[in-house]
């Protein structure tokens, strides 16, 4: 990630009670033992010279080595971290030499006590548990923790009767894409059956987890429940779980969804969430939510840290006491330092003297708790007090306030904020700003003090923002300050508001989704409106230009983290693992851009444009880009005022200033998006857009700023739109020398603006960038090869350029946004089929194949699925990437097959690098990030290495594709058929390779399937479910027993009368090899006689007759169980006649199963009856040089010479 500018914050203390001093046992009285596990003992204790009871867990040191002890270390500062109500508080811990000492929140009693007592629970009051689990887990793992070690011992009961979890003994935080090695520890009876089996394991494990103790809560015993420990895993991998009658049809669900033995099928996140079983109702989420509003997880950290501080207190040195005070980085340990020793009321006036004789007044009065405290009870005033009362001690009271924070700021003071100022200030605000009488100075200077404490740390940022948001639109419509006094500190607060909303991605989406029911958005462009009535000209500039800037702050944050743009062959994900998404940022803009037009503020912006202001100027561009960019009717309305497209285009151009240049990179980044939604207006700009293509070619060629060049050519690419103008950027830009410009930024290492801090230009996008600076470059090389594509396509290729795209493609300072990656890929597919000669000079040294194989593994494909889907991220966008890059890595194995010939090496090459680097492991893994529906493309590349090559067929079994679970999803019957298809093939030629992997197509459990794939409406489908069965019979007799156990031999003996002709000749295929080995399916298949007899008889091709002469032979190669039926049926005749054919294939065959018929004595006697021997004769004469046929005739002869008509 990263980071830009961060706002001054106070030094983090080494934990979340904030305290500089270390514990040790001598803090604590140890009671009584009250637990104890494998990893040691838990109990009773209470912290010296307090009341406050905790629980104290000793873990022994012994047995453990120094990677595993600096690894419980870092577990144990994580596990600080955690702040939630159903999971209990780690407040403390400290070590020994012989153990570590973590200290709890003390509960009341476990969940186990209560299925001790009650044996099994109400279904209502189960569901009731379950949803503060869910929460739990939920927290955890969102938090990339796994707890490994959930059952009722470890649920306890607070005080309040909250469900809390506890015992992180066995908790493991997880990577980015976590699966963990795991050996049994302790009982596994809650476990789910890839822990029992040691088998890699995810968070999902803690879901099957907490379906046993669900499941344990209704019915009052586990699902799975055995003194004998082998047994008991043997139940938890294969037994099914039994559901009684009375649980629901929604916990039924519930349960089953988490109770599932495939942990990829297991109900998890998000839609865990949302399940009827623990989906809360509006009730319960307002109850939850104002409990969370009171912040009651922080207040008990609170009252232990003033508890610990108090303790403390007792045991400090004389020596420290007579020390100069340092003033605390924490304001709680201000505040119970301060509230020590009680000390005489204070009066308004105490502190309005402190605050104006004290050389030190401002910051003796913020950092002192009894004079804020006093300031915020005293403004915690309502209407009717404040006219009944005199109205000056408030004033007093905000004056002070305002002088304190004004004076802190000016002395760049780290002090933080108490929130209850802030929130004490925003409830006066609430109270008056809607007031129906004059309250000007009051609201004024409570504005004016808020706008001076937001700049500093607050506890609740989206508490405040949206309390501040929901009392904008009073502020704006205040009736009673001609100057606009109120409006204007409004409009600085918003900016201070909206800078903090920037600077954390992750807490984004939940502030927007909060303002976004709010009626804010009309009174913001309100402040923009330069014709206020009964108002002097310069307060209506001055309240126009405050509000530009806080707007601009608003949708174009410049600070804060941004995370990187995920690139194909980066070496970590640097995104959380739980999917963060901003697309509220998205609807808010385009809101803001809905009221933007409402009120017609497009003329106070074109007028910004041009203020003598840098700042003005600026905050009026970042606007109009991103209300352009997140609304289209906002860019349609921008594209039919010429005179504000003239203004912008006239901003663009070469300078050396360093404000101007931001200004046009501005203005670049907005005529783009503009061009890119109207792309009608660049021929009737005429001389405008001529002269802008002209300008953007100088400043390439000439400029000394890579980013200004970057943006130039992302506006050609806009202008190459339109015909007559992307002629023009060919014949002066894409020329060898003009390739050699852009050749020189697509090797720019960008990474120097990042070390020096520079901001993006298009802003932080909440953590999240929208335009890659080689963006531009991608665009405009694919608008230029759909108008001249070969002769294009093969410039790039000998200057040199598209090796430096594909060196791009593999940094990690990639400075592509995905959808610039996406047309990457398009336009590698493009060269590739554009001139197939140029094959060679793509792939290279294979580098590039190694990267696009990198873009494969999981832990890129979900950075690029967790990227927003409002930046081009998610599901849709991560199926069109998998496509593309399969999709040209197909075409350059295609392409290198055909011309084996002509370049064997590079075929040879290929295959060992797609081999070496696992192609076909991620080709199978795709399936876990995309639907079935788009998996096709992968599927059908991994159908070509497999029929091609026998390295790629075992990696497809070593891999996992004859896996039941991937198998039927592969074959589903409700597939595209083309994906079936492949996934048939496949299996196919897995079984026509060896009767090795015949046991594991077995335990993939198909049977039903291919039975319907049998009757599937698709003929290509029924053709190859029928060669599928000929080659699992091919080798032996292994699936006899299944094809007759499923009754799949009706369904095939129907496909030899099918319609289609394929399906025809691979259904007499298998029935030919189910009938070879033995005459176990004799029975079964006697129905075929009459159908293959027909096939032989018809018109039918050459495979087809050959194979229906071969099924007949068969049918008496094991005994003489159906010669009777045979000969009744005229089989012995149709294979006669089947000699006359022309067709040499059919004719053998036929003439190798009449041998087996002679076998038998009534066969022989038909065959002299039909004067058999004279045609035996023949045969032999015509065909004197084929050893096959002379073989198969004289073993006729010689059974024939056996019998004596």
């Not at 309100?526 to 126009?544: M, P, R």
């Not at 998610?874 to 999709?887: D, E, H, K, P």
Request: charged share 25%.
């Amino acid at each position: 990630m990263i980071k830009q500018q961060q706002p001054s914050e106070a030094s983090s203390s080494n934990n979340h009670t904030g305290k500089t001093y270390s514990s040790s046992i001598d803090d604590y009285h140890v009671l009584e033992l009250i637990g104890e596990g494998s990893f040691g003992k838990v109990f009773k204790g209470r912290r010296k010279y307090t009341s406050q009871i905790v629980a104290m867990k000793f873990i022994p040191k012994k047995g453990k080595n120094e990677k595993e002890l600096y690894n419980l270390r870092q577990e144990i500062n994580i596990l600080k971290k955690l702040n939630h109500e159903n999971i209990i508080l780690l407040l403390d811990s400290f070590e020994t030499k012989e153990e570590f000492c973590v200290v709890m929140e003390y509960a009341q009693g476990e969940l186990f006590e209560i299925l001790e007592d009650d044996e099994r629970l109400p279904e209502d009051v189960v569901a009731k548990i379950a949803k503060q689990l869910v929460r739990a887990l939920h927290y955890l793992h969102s938090n990339r923790i796994i707890h490994r070690d959930m059952k009722p011992q470890n649920i306890l009961i607070g005080s309040d009767g909250a469900i809390k979890l506890c015992d992180f003994g066995f908790a493991r935080v997880m990577s980015c894409n976590t699966m963990v090695l795991t050996s049994i520890k302790g009982t596994p009876l809650y476990m789910a059956p890839e822990l029992v089996q040691e088998q890699p394991y995810n968070h999902t494990a803690d879901l099957w987890s907490l379906g046993v103790i669900l499941y344990e809560l209704v019915v009052g015993k586990p699902p799975f429940f055995t003194n004998n420990f082998f047994s008991l895993i043997q139940f938890i991998v294969k037994d099914p779980v039994k559901y009684p009658p009375y649980i629901s049809p929604p916990m039924k669900s519930f349960l089953r969804g988490l109770l599932n033995k495939a942990p990829k099928q297991r109900l998890d996140w998000p839609k865990l969430l949302d399940h009827p079983f623990v989906r809360e109702t509006k009730e319960e989420r307002e109850l939850r939510e104002r409990m969370l509003q009171e912040n009651i997880g922080r207040k008990r950290l609170e009252m232990f840290e003033q508890i610990v501080a108090l303790s403390h207190k007792q045991q400090m040195d004389e020596k420290a006491k007579k020390k100069p005070k340092t003033p605390a980085k924490n304001l709680t340990q201000t505040r119970v330092k301060k509230k020590i020793e009680p000390k005489q009321e204070i009066s308004i006036t105490d502190i309005e003297v402190t605050l104006i004789k004290d050389e030190n007044g401002p910051k003796t009065v913020m950092k002192n708790v009894e004079y804020l405290d006093k300031l915020a009870n005293t403004i915690k005033v309502n209407q009717t007090a404040f006219k009944t009362k005199s109205a000056k001690i408030v004033q007093t009271s905000l004056k002070i306030l305002a002088k304190a924070l004004e004076k802190c700021e000016e002395e760049d003071s780290d002090n933080l904020i108490d929130a209850n100022i802030v929130t004490s200030l925003l409830a006066f605000l609430k109270e008056f700003a809607g007031a129906k009488f004059d309250t000007k100075p009051t609201v004024q200077d409570a504005l004016i003090a808020l706008h001076f404490a937001l700049p500093y740390g607050i506890e609740n940022i989206s508490s405040v923002i949206t309390d501040f948001f929901t009392i904008l639109p009073a502020l704006v419509d205040y009736r009673y300050d001609s100057t606009l006094s109120v409006q204007i500190y409004t409009m600085k607060c918003l900016k201070e508001l909206s800078t903090k909303i920037g600077f954390v991605p992750f807490q984004t989406s939940q502030v927007f989704e909060s303002l976004k029911e709010l009626q804010w958005h009309d009174a913001v462009c309100t402040c923009l409106d330069l014709k206020i009535v009964k108002t002097e000209k310069k307060f209506v500039q001055h309240l126009t230009t405050t509000a530009i800037k806080a707007l601009a702050e608003l949708v174009h944050p410049v600070e804060g983290e941004i995370f990187q743009f995920p690139s194909i062959f980066q070496t970590e994900n640097t995104l959380s693992t739980e999917i963060i998404e901003c697309s509220q940022d998205n609807t808010i803009r385009a809101a803001l851009a809905k009221a933007a037009l409402k009120q017609n503020i497009l003329p106070v912006l074109t007028e910004l444009f041009t203020h003598q202001e840098a700042n003005v100027r600026v905050a009026a561009l970042r606007t109009t880009y991103q209300l352009c960019r997140f609304s289209t009717e906002f860019s349609h309305q921008i594209s039919t005022d010429t005179s504000i497209l003239q203004s912008l285009i006239s901003l663009v151009k070469d300078t050396t200033d360093i404000k101007a240049m931001y200004e046009t990179e501005l203005s670049a980044l907005t005529i783009s998006i503009i061009f890119k939604d109207s792309p009608k207006i660049i021929s009737q700009l005429g001389k405008d857009t001529d002269a802008l293509v002209g300008n953007c070619i100088v400043m390439i060629n000439t400029s000394l700023d890579e980013r200004l060049k970057c943006f130039c050519v992302l506006l050609l690419s806009r202008l190459a739109q339109d015909t007559s103008l992307k002629k023009r950027i060919i014949s002066e830009l894409l020329t060898p020398v003009g390739l050699g410009k852009i050749n020189d930024i697509l090797i720019k290492d960008f990474s120097i603006y990042q070390l020096h801090e520079v901001k993006r230009v298009e802003g932080s996008g909440f953590g999240f960038p929208d335009v890659g600076l080689l963006d531009g470059v991608i665009t405009l090389f694919n608008q230029v090869s759909e108008l001249w594509n070969v002769s294009f396509n093969n410039l790039l290729v000998k200057t040199g350029t598209w090796k430096s795209v594909c060196e791009r493609l593999k940094s990690s300072d990639i400075e592509l946004s995905t959808d610039a990656v996406l047309a990457s890929l398009k336009l590698m597919y493009d060269i590739a089929t554009g001139n197939p000669e140029n094959i060679a000079n793509l792939v290279g040294d294979m580098s590039i194949v190694r990267a696009l194989i990198q873009a494969l593994k999981d832990k890129i494909l979900q950075s690029f699925s967790k990227w927003p889907v409002s930046r081009n991220g998610g599901g849709i966008y991560l199926s069109n990437l998998i496509n593309a890059t399969v999709g040209f890595l197909h075409l350059l194995y295609n392409q290198a097959s055909m011309q084996e010939k002509e370049n064997e090496k590079l075929l040879a090459e290929l295959i060992k690098i797609m081999h070496k680097e696992e192609l076909v492991k991620y080709c199978i893994s795709i399936l876990d990030f995309v639907s079935m529906d788009n998996f096709g493309s992968s599927l059908n590349f991994l159908a070509s290495m497999v029929l091609t090559s026998n390295y790629f067929t075992k990696q497809y079994i070593k891999y996992g594709g004859l896996q039941p679970e991937f198998v039927q999803k592969v074959i589903d019957p409700s597939n595209p058929p083309a994906i079936i298809m492949d996934g048939l093939s496949i299996l196919s030629q897995i079984a026509r390779m060896s009767k090795d992997y015949y046991k594991q197509i077995h335990q993939a459990k198909i049977y039903t399937i291919i039975k319907e794939l049998l009757r599937h409406k698709e003929s290509e489908v029924r053709a190859k479910v029928c060669n599928l069965i000929g080659n699992m019979c091919r080798h032996s007799a292994f699936f006899y027993e299944a094809l007759e156990q499923y009754s799949l031999i009706p369904d095939l003996i129907q496909r030899c009368k099918d319609l289609d002709a394929n399906t025809r000749k691979f259904a007499c295929f298998a029935i030919g090899n189910a009938c070879f080995h033995n005459n176990n399916l004799y029975k079964p298949l006697a129905p075929c006689i009459p159908p293959l007899i027909d096939l032989l008889s018809e018109n039918s091709d050459e495979k087809t007759k050959a194979n229906a002469a071969g099924a007949l032979g068969n049918l008496v190669r094991n005994s003489n169980e159906l010669v009777k039926d045979l000969l009744k049926s005229g089989a012995i005749e149709a294979l006669v006649k089947t000699l006359n054919d022309e067709n040499s294939s059919a004719k053998k065959i036929a003439l190798f199963s009449l041998g087996n018929f002679c076998q038998y004595d009534e066969c022989c006697v038909m065959l002299k009856q039909l004067n058999f021997e004279k045609t035996i004769a023949e045969i032999m004469t015509k065909n004197q040089d084929d050893a096959g046929v002379q073989k198969y005739c004289s073993r006729i002869q010689a059974n024939l010479s056996k019998i004596t008509l």
